[in-house]
């Protein structure tokens, strides 16, 4: 039924993707790295139940749609932080470190599972699982505090204005949230939960993928175990 307006949906984010992607070309590796390595956040749809009702070409429950989504918001993210925050700080790529990859992994892992078995098939599971993770993360190494508030401004000013766009040129793209499901509340267009999962996914992730593979201003490398 909608499986039009779910592409739909992606084209804003294909463009700010490619966009910014040239932008910060020289942080390129970091940032293909992020694309990559959040594509499997998109079987966290077998979560989303109750929220999100999107379509998929060749009827399946994880479609094409929500790898190739993960895959840019992912990317987007990171290359946000880097362009706000390059005069202040250097998010960059020093090694991958495939033990903290697995740790945070895990954690994540951990918590959606608990969630999924309390029988929280929301926005909310997403709250209180990038909560967390960002939470741990940053206990552990402090400095990873900026990425998070920088990185959640950035996407938020950024994804939001293009989602409004959206919604302009086609109005029912409003059908791809089960609005009787959520709050009801509607932000500049957008329901409330998207707002608050697009100031926590803008955050967390750069945090992640730092933690994950960088090397800190004070010369701490991040990736090493």
Known sequence: MNELLNLKSQGFLL???L??????WEK???????SALACPLA???WIYTDVWRADHLFGFHTGIEDFSFCFMIGGLSIALVNL????????NYHRF??????????????????LYLLDIKNYLNSFICMGITVTVLCI???ELIKFFLIGSLMLFIIYIPALNLGFLIWPDLIELWDIEKLSGIIIIKVPLEENIWTLMFGGTWPVIIQYVT????SGLDFSKT
């Open 15 to 17: 463009i700010l993707f």
């Open 19 to 24: 966009v910014f992607l040239i932008l910060s």
């Open 28 to 34: 390129r590796k970091l940032i293909l790295i992020g």
């Open 43 to 45: 079987f966290i749809q």
């Open 84 to 91: 706000a925050g390059k005069k202040y700080f250097d998010l």
């Open 97 to 114: 470190s495939l033990k903290r990859f697995l740790l945070v992994s895990l954690l994540g892992s951990g918590v959606l599972l608990g």
């Open 140 to 142: 552990l190494q402090k």
């Open 214 to 217: 960088g090397k800190s201003s």
